[in-house]
């Protein structure tokens, strides 16, 4: 079970909203990068944020270049998972790859600093104290796999190569 | 075998039927990385514990994207990218190359090949019958290690072309028009493919720039047959043993969408987002402060002829600038030699090395707060070209070139 705050998004929040273009050479300083975490989108963001809180977003989150720093600087924010709408192909594989969870389900009745907690395993979300239950989607189970060996870089030593079929 | 381009291609891997939504693994071709995602790409390579790369015949790293560098944190990163072909063996383009997904068109990629590269317009090498896509570093990563990764086996979103241009209306148009009609996740996960009697009409060029934007539907590739189109193209790299031909079947598809070129006109994607298509007519006359042509996008020799064709004898306008980036040395090289950079230069334009600088922001062409820039490149999200205080226009060349010489958005077919 995780519980957090949502930070609310709206649709196409790109890796360019994520992790501006402006501060390419801060790539291989990522700790300082991470000051500028959706500065575009929500400057309040990277201050505010703590440790097991959610990014909330409607469709199509992610689009666009396939810097993976997108979803390392979201990890880095300690956000315990993205719930969004559905999510772009390239970022889908990041996260997942980063071993950062992503939820997929209707994010429009959960507000902007809602309360959240979720239980991954039984694939439940909830607005606190007393929202109606939300089901997700569950992942392909090829992403589950590297999900649950802590992402690709961890599934990959673990097994010695690809072990993504039963 | 009967099957789309996707399904006829990941088949020749794997050696079996193969349907979609399956997920396979699969042996890469070629791997490519940038200087944008390489360093990551290399640490997470470290961290993976691996050092050789599973064939070094078989990647390549780009140094493109801050091309020079404009920034010695950016300097360290080419330096790490530079040491680490060096010690791999890997083939390195360095400042002045030119753009990866030009360059590995030019070069490397081959009909059928899977291809995987560290940036998302890597699907540009569908326009040579490659399944060509972009993936993150980590992917990457494990790439260079193992020599494979995992698919799933697109759905295909098809589009049946018919017709040809009329005057005036490009590739562009017709990509811009596509993606406003199905929207910036209207084909996620899918592969677009091209077929019908309006193929034959489009050029290498023409493929190259709409298989480059695939992505900006959420395609995962942008597929066109292999062909005599095909062939001549690599012919003329020299590469005419590369070739081979393949062609997909009338087999039953996710989705079909027919496009008739004849009936497009000059078509804008306006700000923030590509989805956003606009005919021409409802955005003429807008003041732009900085026109761009170059990228991988629309940066080739065709593109810089249309350019100069418009641009011959006249002058940029003095309220706004033009700067033009071919996107290979090669296409640079073409241009020189075949008097458009002189025509260029002579009506006021800047021509600029290879690289992707202003096109994600870093260089060359960072925007002031509350300018506007109408460029031939693919994207044009917030903040795009380093300023979310900017707004980004994205246009064929043609359309450039006429609003370069206006100062205003204009419409290439008003000029006679």
Redesign the interface.
Known sequence: MIAGRAWKFGD?I?T??IA???Y??????MEEFAKHVFE?ANPDFATEVKAGDFVVAG??FG???????A??LIKMAGVSAIIAK?V???FF??AI??GLPVLICDTDSIEEGAQLEADLVKGILRVIPDGQPITFTAL???MLKILNDG???DH??KHK??A??D | MAGTLAERIIERKVGRKVTPGE?V?VEVDLCYLQD??G??TVR?MA???EEAIWDSSKAAVFID??SPSC?K??S??HA?LRKFAKRTGVRLYDVGDGICHQLACEELIKPAQIVIG???HTCMGGALGALST??????V??IL??G?T?L?VPETLRVRVTGAFSDGVFAKDLMLHLIGMIG??GA??KSLEFCGSGVNHLTMEDRLTIANMA?EC?A?AGLFPSDEITERYLASMGRKEDYAPLSSEECPVDQEIEVNLAELGPTIAVPH?VDSAKPIDEVAGIPIDQVVVGTCTNGREGDLATLARFLKGKRVHPNTRLLVIPASRRVYLNAVTDGIVEVLLQAGAAVISPTCGPC???HAG?LGDGEKCLSTQN?N????M???ESEVYLASPAVAAVTAINGRISDPREVK
């Open positions: 196409d790109s360019d909203l501006p273009g402006r390419f050479h801060l790539r291989s300083n575009d469709k199509n689009l666009g270049s396939s810097r993976e720093h979803p390392l559905s772009a192909r390239i594989r990041n790859n980063l392909p189970d090829v992402g690709l870089i990959m030593k190569g690809f993504l079929s | 997920i693994v944008g995602t360093p990551l997470q961290k993976l514990g994207h801050a920034h944190a950016l360290n990163d790490l560290a940036d998302s972009g993936m993150g570093s980590t992917d990563a494990v290690a193992h494979k995992w799933r910036a996740d996620t996960y992505v959420g995962k987002t994600l922001g870093l960072i994207r999200f917030k903040g795009r380093g300023n979310p």
